[in-house]
């Protein structure tokens, strides 16, 4: 958990006020921070994290540490002990972002470790598959030792995401585009939520020459139009992705 924390004397730790990973086993009254057993990698200082993930998939642990420079994954293993009278568990160090800009289909020239700034996510069923989000989507077959970039990538700007409780392999992501739908952990991805009215338009124009035409400059998602027979818009290819800003019609031919 990041962001400030109680004090709490019972605890033992001198350092409760500081932002970093909390447990209660008290429904929430009290919290104290994670004991860690030696031998493993220790959790970072988090006093500089601009932001902690944390999922759960079984009794396995995964948290992630955002820093200025720095995207790294930490889990849990088998291994527990006793620290100070408390339960503690050996952690480990996963994969961490590289510095490359080379991205998931979308170039840029941001580091991978900065795009990585949403949400961390754990298969409840199989502790193998772990998923993290921000400008791009990646996913983890082993456990959190590495990372990678989808076959196909769904649209870019991730904010949720929602795992089938009946079968694990189905897994959605809420982006920018919409809602996109995995059959296969996160490989390849279709879009689903054509019809719902999910776009943020910047700025809209109708067509003199033809009525109900109507274009719209959208954030994110490029250029769409519609001749008012579908819910749906199309985009238009010369413009289907980023921000598109103005329009207009040619005042004599749509």
């Not at 400008?135 to 949720?160: A, I, K, L, N, Y």
Request: proline share 4%; charged share 20%; glycine share 14%.
């Amino acid at each position: 958990i990041g962001g400030a924390a109680p004090t709490d004397s019972r605890c033992g730790d001198s350092n409760l006020a500081m932002s970093g990973l909390y447990e209660s086993s008290d429904g929430g009254e009290t919290w104290c921070r994670v004991q860690q057993c030696s031998g493993g990698d220790a959790l970072p200082l988090s006093g500089d994290a601009d932001r902690i993930g944390l999922a759960i998939s079984g009794s396995r642990l995964f948290a992630s540490y955002k820093k200025p420079g720095s995207w790294t994954l930490y889990f849990t293993t088998d291994v527990t002990c006793s620290v100070g009278g408390r339960p503690g568990r050996r952690w480990e160090r996963g994969w961490s972002a590289p510095g490359s800009t080379t991205q998931c289909g979308t170039p840029g020239n941001d580091a991978m470790y900065a795009r990585l700034w949403s949400g961390l996510y754990a298969d409840a069923i199989d502790a193998d598959h772990i998923y993290a989000q921000g400008t791009d989507f990646m996913r983890s077959t082993d456990g959190g030792r590495t990372f990678r970039c989808p076959r196909t990538s769904p649209h870019v700007d991730h904010h949720g995401f929602a795992l089938n409780p009946w079968n694990n392999a189905i897994i959605y992501t809420l982006c920018d585009g919409g809602i996109y739908q995995s059959g296969n952990y996160g490989d390849t991805w279709t879009q689903i939520g054509a019809g719902i009215a999910n776009v943020e338009f910047y700025d809209i124009g109708d067509a003199a020459t033809a009525p109900g035409v109507v274009m719209g400059g959208t954030q994110d998602n490029g250029n769409v139009k519609t001749d008012g027979s579908s819910a749906a818009w199309d985009r238009k290819a010369d413009c289907e992705s980023g921000d598109a800003a103005t329009v207009d019609f040619d005042p004599v031919d749509e």
